[in-house]
């Protein structure tokens, strides 16, 4: 008894059970105008299998004094883009597996500004009980004229061409100095001969 107890402490401490990967990825917060916008919202389940229905609902509120407009839905398979401003320029960009819910925008305009919520019900299908779980993200989207130059990019530019300029020294002295000792061995080879 006491060999089984520890044969199956051991198997529970060596064999790690597999996990599924979800990350969740932060949604883009400013979009450039006339180009379009991933509205990013990811919802992991952590069992593939069990069943689920999943209703997501994209709603947008312009400021902070006005009301939600509900401008998304997603039911039983089908999404659905609901009467609003945004009609005619919204796409479901959400994954076949339903871990990411999100939405694109088309030709975004500075009206499109504002803040934008996703909220996904889950219901989970069982014999017996069907619990449920909800996920609320909230994104805040700012509409810009122009891309703003992003500091990082640029200091990153300058490096990789501080080091190709660092290589490309490192490469002409290895050439050198292999030049002259090939030069040496063939001088060494010809004094030897005579």
């Not at 990350?23 to 990013?40: I, N, R």
Request: aromatic share 10%; net charge negative; proline share 3%.
């Amino acid at each position: 008894m006491l060999t089984h107890l520890l044969t199956t402490t051991c198997m529970l401490y060596f064999v790690c059970p597999s996990h599924q990967v979800c990350v969740d990825v932060p949604s883009e917060t400013q979009a450039v105008l006339g180009l379009s916008m991933k509205l990013t919202c990811i919802d992991c389940m952590k069992r593939e299998e069990v069943k689920t229905r999943t209703r997501v609902d994209w709603y947008f509120m312009p400021n902070e004094t006005s009301g939600r407009i509900h401008i998304y839905k997603y039911r039983e398979g089908t999404p659905i883009e609901l009467d609003s401003r945004l009609k005619g320029r919204l796409l479901w960009n959400g994954s076949q597996d339903l871990q990411d819910l999100s939405l694109r925008i088309q030709n975004v305009s500075f009206d499109d500004s504002g803040f934008y919520t996703c909220e996904v019900h889950r219901e989970f299908v069982f014999d017996y009980f069907t619990p449920t779980a909800a996920t609320i993200k909230n994104i805040s989207l700012t509409v810009m004229e122009k891309a703003r130059e992003d500091l990082a990019a640029l200091y990153s530019e300058i490096m990789m061409y501080v080091l190709l300029v660092c290589l490309t020294l490192w490469l002409l002295v290895e050439m050198v100095y292999c030049y002259r000792k090939i030069s040496k061995s063939d001088e060494q080879a010809q004094d030897t001969a005579y």
